[in-house]
């Protein structure tokens, strides 16, 4: 394994710093350290900014090497005195010279704005990553299909510039030359920004909200999950106690944004239909009751694990106005469900799919997840093929990411056998797959250490897009998160900003602490809203 050390004598960057070397050496052990280190490294770099330029030396055992990047003049004292003041970090940026914007001063010009200090934070931020990027480059040998992005939202970074009035084309130049994305991931990226454009066109951003209901219960544990879920088994006699938490805090919200619209209701997890059919009904009735159902765009539960789904509990939920569903198969593959501990069988997520149907759900979401362990392209293909016999409506495929809590991650010695495979061929594949059933990109998003440094996109036949999966990603309006693990993003100042709300995750704490989170819930909507 690839030791590198990190020195950053100039902490404004350290996240983003890390995060890009992270993702040209995904397998390597690195170190961020603050004062000179004697510890031997296979590759040593050094960040710090020198008058005005940021300096980048970096060492390894054969080669060394220096790299500049220039300082925005004005931004680090401006970005001191403002820091906190906007916590977004993918928005449009300024290209770091007009040199940079090649033959097209027109471009430069319109996308000059005048800064406020986050921007010439963000900017003198790109100035760094661009200089770096091109470091990495040299060492690798290699480029990365989203360049020198590390944020989460690139659809959202080319929103931001189709919004500020550049033509597509004009994206498509900022997003090559500045942030060194592929030609193909920039058309990607900008076909989703302007197909949500159009989804939200009639969604009120000033006024309307919203709202995540977390139900925070599995069957079982999936190898890969770093979410808040609890195994059902273990907690099924807290259920009904954590449902009179979790409806005394849609009784109080419900008060709090009376003066608010509601858009878009997302019931998720965990797994919602880990609930038996009355906890079901009397968690719906809680939502009719306390925020009503007049006037939603979309109302969406996850059914997620097929080995949760029943007859009697699709035919509660078809009783109220939920448009959407999602019975989630991840793979088709017995072998690899059994790996990753899904604890449900391939003849399970068939047959939970065809009794939505038979009960008339017509907008049923799929979730896949390529990368997983020993699955290569031919047990992908099979998955998709099997997947297509079904015809979704909607398909969300997503490349795997270990995050650290997951199991994958803290037992990898017990687990460093096994394969995990992803590439652009895979995820062509998903894509041309699902061209095939008719759909096309609705919205995308990354993910820290995702196998392959790729994304995850949401696919979607005509009319059956998930609103609230682009709203939540492209931050346009505040989401009102209830339940345990539940962070609220209130949305503000015509969505400059964002603050954050933040639930418990434990759920003994969100049960005993409930009032607690009512009231903290309270001081930011009416600080923020």
Not at 467 to 484: C, F, H, R
Request: proline letters at 3%; charged letters at 30%.
């Amino acid at each position: 394994m690839c030791k590198i050390g990190i020195l950053l004598l100039d902490r404004d960057f350290e996240h983003d710093i890390y995060e890009l070397i992270k993702a040209f050496y995904p397998e390597g052990d690195i170190h961020s350290l603050y004062e000179k280190d004697e510890e031997a490294y296979d590759i040593f770099f050094t960040v710090k900014r020198e008058n005005d330029n940021f300096v980048i030396k970096y060492a390894t055992k054969n080669h060394k090497g220096v790299a500049s990047a220039e300082v925005i003049r004005g931004a680090d004292e401006a970005s001191k005195e403002n820091k906190g003041n906007a916590s977004q970090e993918d928005q449009a940026a300024l290209p770091e010279n007009k040199a940079e914007a090649a033959d097209g001063d027109h471009i430069y010009e319109r996308y000059k704005k005048v800064m406020d200090a986050y921007e010439l934070r963000k900017a003198n931020k790109d100035s760094l990553k661009y200089a770096l990027y091109n470091v990495l480059v040299k060492l690798t040998g290699r480029t990365l299909p989203w360049g020198n992005l590390t944020g989460i939202r690139p659809a959202k970074l080319a929103m931001g510039m189709i919004e500020s009035g550049m033509k597509n084309t004009e994206v498509a130049q900022v997003m090559r030359e500045h942030y060194l994305v592929s030609a193909r991931k920039t058309a990607l990226a900008i076909t989703i920004a302007n197909r949500e454009r159009a989804l939200l066109a009639d969604i009120d951003y000033e006024h309307g909200y919203s709202l995540y209901v977390g139900i925070p219960f599995c069957p079982s544990i999936c190898l890969y999950c770093s979410f808040s879920s609890y195994p059902l088994k273990i907690w099924a006699k807290r259920v009904d106690e954590y449902l009179d938490a979790l409806c005394k805090e849609i009784r109080e919200t419900a008060r709090m944004m009376k003066n608010y619209k509601l858009d878009t209701i997302y019931i998720g997890g965990g797994t919602p239909t880990t609930l038996e059919p009355y906890q079901l009904k009397r968690l719906l009735d809680q939502l009719g009751e306390s925020f009503g159902f007049d006037g939603l765009v979309e109302f969406t539960i996850e059914a997620g694990r097929p080995d949760s789904i029943t007859r009697e509990k699709l035919e509660t939920i078809k009783k109220f106005p939920v448009t959407r569903i999602s019975v989630n198969p991840q793979t088709m593959n017995q072998d690899t469900l059994e790996i990753i501990g899904r604890r449900h069988t391939v003849a399970q997520t068939i047959e939970a799919f065809h009794l939505a149907r038979e009960l008339d759900y017509n907008n049923i979401n799929m979730d896949l997840i390529v990368g997983l362990p020993g699955e290569d392209i031919s047990k992908v293909k099979y998955t998709l093929e099997k997947v297509k016999e079904l015809s979704p409506d909607s398909l969300t495929v997503h490349s795997l990411a270990v995050k650290r809590a997951a199991r994958l991650n803290m037992f990898k010695d017990k687990y460093q056998e096994m394969t995990f495979e992803n590439n652009q061929e895979i995820m062509d594949l998903t894509q041309q797959t699902a061209y095939s059933m008719e759909m096309g990109p609705y919205y995308l998003y990354r993910q820290k250490n995702m196998k392959g440094n790729f994304e995850n996109v949401g696919y979607a036949k005509v009319d059956k897009a998930g609103i609230y999966n682009i709203l939540i990603m492209e931050e346009k309006q505040p989401i009102i998160a209830l339940g345990a693990g539940g962070s609220s993003k209130l949305v503000f100042d015509h969505g400059k900003r964002i603050e954050r709300v933040e639930n418990v995750k434990d759920v003994t704490s969100y049960i005993a602490r409930i009032d607690e989170m009512i009231e903290r819930k309270r001081t930011g909507i009416e600080t923020w809203l």
